[in-house]
């Protein structure tokens, strides 16, 4: 009996001193939005011109996505992030003047478009802002004059060539990479570009872009004033934000941890992709993305599924096993857990900014209940797993302590 006094006296005792040392982090934790409802999300970069068989995957991927249903039936949706818009390449070398041109989605690759606008309709997919272009156009314009062997392919082949065949260092939009270290466009020059960009994205898709997310994930606090200026108060994030490039080519952080829900300088809020499935990188699977989600679910945090386009629109075989693993993924999610809701990002980012308003699909006008969240105790399991996931230090203190044990317990009789 004395022993087990002392051991809960001295649990105690460290706890107090936890909780006063790390109060504020506790605090802030505690205040975040917790999900009763889970939202899932699947995030599609680079969505725009392209070979005509773009359009035919991506009708193939949506046409699995619809055989997935939430606990309100409604479907898988893809929130597309949409490049509008490529190089005009024979143009821009035709142009004395060396500026640059560009054909915009549904001048370029209408049959794409015309796949988009269905599926929209349909309500399996929902636009997202990517990029006017996913590129820096004066730095491209400059290199195509130079002959560049950066771009050799692209000057070879202008009607066939895709902005992924560039180097990594070329395909930011918001800064100029043509040189390391890459330099941030003015603030003129990004004033331009995204008024730009949401103009024509509107006239495209018939409703402004409420959320984005900056080509390779390159933006800076100029970028996010012009986009809260142009009606963008949702951001999609890796966890992070890169404002530029260093001489290496190594991505330079400005802020280092961005969590789902916070706020950017511009009052905008930050949404997070937690759960790769990449597997055309090689590292990114089926079972590696579900314990993703299964981490994100135990928190009560969205389920945001990065997947780019080019898991689908390379070699047929590529795009069977990405399709046949997406598939698996999402039957898996379907079938472990339970309250799952299947949102874009706009739709997440609204819930995020209002309380208990409809989800509402802008593009086609569906509407559905908004997500129910946990308060009270029913937070307290996916707050002490959120502790847990995210500080190393703190979990170390609690084995070191023993703490370990009556938290442990804590949080499965919570849950």
């Not at 009763?36 to 699995?64: K, M, N």
């Not at 399996?124 to 990517?130: C, G, I, K």
């Amino acid at each position: 009996m004395m022993i087990y006094l002392f051991m809960c006296s001295a649990w105690l005792l460290t706890l107090a001193v936890v909780c006063a040392w790390k109060y504020p982090l506790f605090k802030r934790t505690w205040q975040e939005l917790y999900f009763a409802d889970t939202p899932v999300l699947i995030e599609s970069d680079d969505w725009g011109p392209g070979e005509e068989l773009h359009a035919q995957r991506l009708l193939e991927l949506l046409a699995c996505l619809e055989t997935h249903k939430d606990s309100v039936a409604r479907s898988a949706v893809l929130t597309a992030d949409i490049v509008l818009s490529v190089p005009d390449i024979e143009k821009i070398m035709a142009d004395p003047a060396k500026a640059y041109h560009r054909k915009v989605l549904n001048e370029g690759s209408p049959g794409i478009y015309q796949a988009m606008l269905r599926s929209i309709k349909q309500g399996v997919l929902v636009p997202q802002l990517h990029g006017l272009e996913h590129l820096n156009g004066q730095g491209f314009a400059k290199l195509c004059q130079q002959h560049d062997s950066r771009i050799m392919t692209a000057l070879a082949l202008p009607q066939q060539w895709d902005w992924e065949s560039l180097d990594s260092p070329l395909q930011g939009h918001y800064v100029d990479g043509s040189c390391l270290p890459t330099q941030a466009i003015s603030s003129e020059q990004a004033q331009t570009l995204i008024a730009l960009a949401t103009q024509t994205f509107t006239e495209l898709f018939g409703f402004a872009s409420f959320s984005t997310v900056a080509p390779c994930y390159l933006w800076n606090s100029t970028i996010e004033q012009h986009w809260k200026n142009h009606g963008i108060s949702v951001i999609q994030t890796a966890g992070y934000r890169c404002d530029a490039r260093d001489k290496h080519g190594a991505y330079h952080q400005d802020r280092y941890l961005l969590r789902a829900g916070d706020l950017s300088e511009s009052a905008q809020v930050y949404l997070v992709r937690n759960v790769m499935y990449e597997p055309v990188d090689g590292n990114n699977n089926a079972k590696t993305a579900y314990q993703e989600a299964l981490r994100a679910y135990a928190q009560a945090l969205p389920i945001s599924i990065s997947t780019h386009r080019y898991n689908y629109t390379r070699s047929e075989d590529e795009f069977v096993s990405s399709l046949q693993g997406l598939d698996q993924l999402l039957t898996a999610i379907g079938s472990s857990l339970s309250r799952l809701r299947f949102v874009s990002s706009p739709e997440l980012g609204q819930q995020y900014l209002m309380d208990d308003t409809d989800i509402v699909n802008n593009f086609n006008g569906r509407q559905w209940m908004p997500l129910k969240r946990l308060s009270g105790l029913k937070k307290l399991a996916p707050f002490l797993r959120r502790l847990y996931y995210r500080h190393p230090k703190l979990v170390l203190l609690a084995y070191i302590s023993g703490l370990i044990l009556p938290v442990s317990l804590l949080c499965r009789y919570s849950r």
